[in-house]
């Protein structure tokens, strides 16, 4: 498992406090959102300040994009390599 993924599946779980979850049970591949981890609009929310904190990307909440990027932790770890790089 890449670093990046590791990183932003220990961010997930500290910053939502999923107690009960270790990174090994979230899947590269897994929905956040709804089904999957089941997280839902306040968990995105802080999610996004926590990526944005923790890489320096910048993320526009409203919009349609941003929101595919959040569908699982391969398109979140791509979308932050994409935008660090910048």
Do not use: W
């Amino acid at each position: 498992m890449n670093e990046l993924k590791i990183k932003l599946k220990t961010l997930i779980i500290e910053t939502l406090d999923l107690e009960d979850i270790s990174v090994e049970e979230i899947k590269d591949d897994e929905p956040l959102f709804v089904e999957g981890l089941g997280l839902d609009s306040i968990d995105a929310l802080e999610l996004g300040l926590a990526i944005k904190k923790a890489f320096q990307v910048k993320l526009d909440a409203n919009s349609e994009e941003t929101k595919k990027h959040f569908s699982t932790v391969n398109s979140l770890s791509k979308f932050i390599l994409e935008h660090q790089a910048k």
